[in-house]
Each structure stands twice: as structure tokens, then as C-alpha cells.
């Protein structure tokens, strides 16, 4: 019976849910479940927006006009979405991954990578109209909710949603960043941004068979030696047969349009003059993989002499010098790599851990935190925290190691270890404790035992009796498991009732590496 009742209450909660969650998609005019609010949505977008491009290869930056013209095509089509007023923006990455993505509220993104594997403008528009539509059509926030009901369980969701709209789901969409709309979208999803999409690729003039193209392409290179370099690809928009044949049932509806391919072979022509650049630069990453220092030199100064201006090909020679321990030059080409491009955060952050390293921890500080206000990253968290625990910082000190467990590896290990050590100074009863007791011959005695995993040092305690204290200073270390006792010099006490006056705590401690 209880049971019974307990899955009335779930249907109940579920009913209440749907109805205050309910909303229609601006593109299907189709009823939804959504916890997320357009404004809402809109916020997410901006907030994660430029940390998910500097996690991701940072903007593009060598061909100004190729930015421009992405953006163009991208707000020609978004004008005539269902959604024209949402805060569109377009960036090519600095990426050769061949990927694009959309954040909630139009926020918009392609890599260099996937240009080159386009043949006009038409299958860019292709990419760029299937984005607007995950937008448009709040796929982000549709997933989101589904995630949250699969993962919550509909009690959990009943309780979350209370109070003002969608808020503690808007906290937890905060925490998770861009990643959750990079995630796998649905098939149906899939398939309503490219039926979409095409027609807003028709309504804007382009040739709707340029979505066919793309499908196909992508179709292509998920086949055979190309099957597992896809899965990493496009884990956010599978490609299928099932995608092609829709599309090409769908591109026989609509009217014919142009393809533009001679503007969009102009429009990449810095993409493509600089391809052997890339390619070298990739074999210098390679390398470096493989630890093999001297090999990525030499990739990573052909890379250079083709493309100079690319300031990811001296970060990695950067570190290619590193590896063979030529400190100076390393920091000479993270210099350049800065130089080149100071609105990415990797050089700085590269730069500042070799200055830190090598003892000049001021000027690797500066360039740890300049890295981290650009993307807070889980290394330039550990180093910012050894710093904070350093200056007593303590509790600022614990924030950043937190960041930095979560990435697990060396540096979370490392994270994790400090955590215990801020614990232990900052709540040492937890792990020393410390009990009175009485000599044979009357005097006070304090025994302090070490229940920690390390060893323990500079132990202050405070004895205290009828609101008067006075500290105590253990000279000696006690080991992990061990106790040390000393006479404090009180008594001698022949009265129990005075001795159960006095009272001791555990202050301070200082936990051994």
C-alpha cells in the first residue's frame, strides 16, 4: 500500500512538473518540458561562451575577413529563423577538429577545421542553419531537462522546481557549463535542426542540397581507417544514412538556390595556403606525444617558417624545448606565442608554470592568474592555491584545490593531498585530540594523540579554566598514530572536582609532507 501510495504522489509530482515546465518550441510550435526560462537560456549562453572557445583552441585570428564573412552568412540566416531576435554570434575556432556547436541563446561556433572539409557557401550555410535551429528551438534546454528527469528522478525535480522558476536548475546548468550542449543531441533533435534548417537555408537563398553534401561528408568519413578519429569528432551530431535520404527527401521540396562557391573558396584561401602549416604542426604534436623533443622541433620549425603568425606552433615549440631541457628557449617561444596572440590563455599559463618551476614564482604567478581570469583551468587552480595556502589563505587556498581535483590525473592527486593537508590546519581536532588527566602525584597532565595519516608538528593547545586560558606549545613531532604527553605544570590537585574544571582544545597544527 505504501508503495501504491508513493507512486500516486511520483505521478502527482510529475503532473505538477509538466504543467509549470510545459512551453512551446519557437520552431515546432510543439508543446515541451523545459525548466529553463528564454532568459534564462540567454545567460547560460553568454556566460559560457568565451570560456568554451579558449577551452577549445581560442577564435581564429590570422584572417580577420574570414571571421567577418562566417558571421555574415550566420546572421543572414538567422534573420530569417524562428527566432530572429535572440543574441546571435559566429566565430570560427582556432580548432582543426572538423566540429561546430551552439550554446543556448544563439551563441555560435565553427572550427577552421571543418571549413576545410566544405566546398562553397551553401554547406557552410548547411552547418551554420542546423545551429541556429538547436538554438532556436532550445534543444540545449530540452536536453538539459531530460538529463535532469533521467538522472534526478521525478521526486527530485518536483522538489527543484519550487519557489521561483527553474531555479535551482539554472544553478546546476551554471556548474556545468557549455559542456552539457556539446553533448550528444537526440536523434530527433538531430533531425528537426536539419529539416529546419534547410528551410532556413532556402529562405535565404542557398541551395538546400548543400545539406545533403554535408551529411554525405561527414557519412564518408566516418567510414573505415576515419572511424574512430569521427567518434571523438562529432559525438554531437552523428551522421547516419537515415540523415542523407531525409535530406535529400526533404531538398526536393524546396526551390533551388545559389552555392557561392568561388566567395567561399576566396574566403578560405588563408585557411588553405597555411594547410601544410597545420599538418606539420600536428605531426610536432605528435611527437611531442611520443616524448620526442627533437622530432617536434623539427615539424614544429617547418610549421613556423610556413605560417609565422600562428602562435599555437610556437607554444608547442615551447614546449618541444622544454622537453629537451632548454629552459630559456622555452620561454622565449612561450614569449612569442603571448606575443602573437594575448587574448589566449595557454601561453601565459605555459609560460607562468616554467617561471614558477624554475623559482621565479612572482612572474609565474602573474602569468598563472592572467591565464586563469581567460579559463580556470585545473593546473592554474593548484598552482594559485599553492599560493594561497602559502600567504594563509586558507579558505581561498581550499577553493582553488577543489577546482582542480575535479580534472583527477597528477594534478588532482596533488589537489586532493593538499585538501587534507588545509584540513588538518584548518580543523586539527578532527584529526589531534587532546585529554586531561593526573599524575601520581597530583599535577595536570595533557596527552595529545596523533589520529591523522601524517605526521603532525608545531602543536599549540589551549588549557583553560573558568573562562582563563593559556596556551600550551608541543616542542616535539608526533607521529601518524602516536601520542605525546607533558605535565603542565599545574598542581599539585588533591581536589577531582578542580581538576574537571580545567579544559583543553586543540588549536593549531601543522601537517608533515
Not at 530572429?84 to 550554446?103: C, H, I, Q, T
Not at 612572482?362 to 599560493?387: F, H, N, Q, V
Request: glycine share 8%.
Amino acid at each position: 500500500m505504501v508503495h501504491r501510495n508513493n507512486l500516486v504522489y511520483a505521478a502527482f509530482l510529475a503532473a505538477v512538473v509538466f504543467l509549470q515546465g510545459c512551453s512551446v518550441n519557437p520552431v515546432t510550435g510543439k508543446n515541451e518540458l523545459s525548466f529553463m526560462s528564454p532568459q534564462q537560456e540567454i545567460a547560460l549562453g553568454e556566460r559560457n561562451y568565451q570560456p568554451s572557445r579558449q577551452s577549445q583552441g581560442g577564435d581564429y585570428y590570422l584572417d580577420a575577413k574570414l571571421q567577418a564573412y562566417v558571421a555574415g552568412v550566420g546572421k543572414k540566416l538567422a534573420l530569417v529563423s524562428d527566432q530572429p531576435n535572440l543574441p546571435y554570434e559566429f566565430v570560427v575556432l582556432n580548432n582543426s577538429v572538423p566540429n561546430a556547436w551552439a550554446l543556448p541563446g544563439g551563441k555560435i561556433a565553427i572550427n577552421r577545421g571543418l571549413l576545410m572539409y566544405l566546398e562553397d557557401e551553401s554547406q557552410l550555410a548547411a552547418v551554420l542553419a542546423h545551429e541556429i535551429v538547436h538554438a532556436a528551438a532550445r534543444h540545449g534546454a530540452s536536453q538539459m531537462t531530460r538529463g535532469t528527469l533521467s538522472n534526478m528522478g521525478i521526486v527530485a525535480i518536483g522538489i527543484g522546481t519550487a519557489g521561483r522558476e527553474g531555479a535551482q536548475f539554472y544553478s546546476m546548468a551554471s556548474q556545468l557549463g557549455a559542456a552539457a550542449w556539446m553533448a550528444k543531441y537526440g536523434r530527433d533533435d538531430e533531425l528537426e535542426s536539419d529539416y529546419y534548417g534547410m528551410n532556413y537555408m532556402a529562405k535565404a537563398g542557398y541551395e538546400p542540397s548543400g545539406a545533403v553534401e554535408l551529411q554525405q561528408v561527414f557519412v564518408k568519413l566516418s567510414e573505415g581507417r576515419q572511424a574512430d578519429f569521427l567518434s571523438g569528432l562529432f559525438a554531437s551530431h552523428p551522421p547516419s544514412i537515415k540523415r542523407v535520404q531525409a535530406n535529400i527527401a526533404r531538398a526536393q521540396t524546396l526551390p533551388r538556390g545559389q552555392r557561392y562557391k568561388a566567395r567561399y573558396q576566396k574566403a578560405i584561401a588563408q585557411l588553405s595556403r597555411d594547410a601544410s602549416a597545420y599538418k606539420a604542426a600536428e605531426a610536432g604534436a605528435a611527437a611531442l606525444k611520443k616524448k620526442d623533443g627533437k622530432t617536434a622541433l623539427n615539424k614544429l620549425d617547418r610549421a613556423i617558417a610556413l605560417q609565422p603568425g600562428e602562435a599555437s606552433f610556437w607554444e608547442l615549440r615551447g614546449q618541444a624545448w622544454k622537453m629537451i631541457d632548454n629552459d630559456s628557449n622555452a620561454e622565449k617561444a612561450f614569449t612569442t606565442a603571448i606575443g602573437k596572440n594575448p587574448e589566449y590563455f595557454s601561453g601565459y599559463l605555459a609560460r607562468g608554470i616554467l617561471r614558477h618551476d624554475r623559482g621565479q614564482k612572482d612572474l609565474g604567478l602573474a602569468d598563472i592568474k592572467r591565464s586563469y581570469a581567460l579559463l580556470p583551468t585545473p593546473a592554474a587552480s593548484y598552482y594559485l592555491g599553492e599560493s594561497a595556502m602559502a600567504s594563509q589563505q586558507y579558505q581561498q587556498a581550499a577553493g582553488y584545490f577543489k577546482q582542480a581535483v575535479a580534472a583527477g590525473g597528477e594534478i588532482g592527486k596533488r589537489s586532493h593531498q593538499q585538501l587534507t593537508a588545509l584540513r588538518l590546519q584548518l580543523e586539527p581536532h578532527l584529526f589531534l585530540s587532546a585529554r586531561l588527566s593526573l599524575t601520581a602525584e597530583g599535577y595536570l597532565l595533557v596527552t595529545t594523540t596523533n589520529n591523522s595519516p601524517v605526521s603532525m608538528t608545531a602543536i599549540q593547545l589551549q588549557l583553560s579554566v573558568a573562562g582563563d586560558g593559556r596556551r600550551l606549545r608541543l616542542a616535539q613531532t608526533i607521529p601518524s598514530g602516536g601520542e605525546l604527553s607533558i605535565s603542565t605544570g599545574i598542581g599539585p590537585i588533591v581536589d577531582a572536582d578542580k581538576a574537571s574544571q580545567y579544559r583543553v582544545r586543540v588549536l593549531t597544527a601543522t601537517a608533515l609532507k
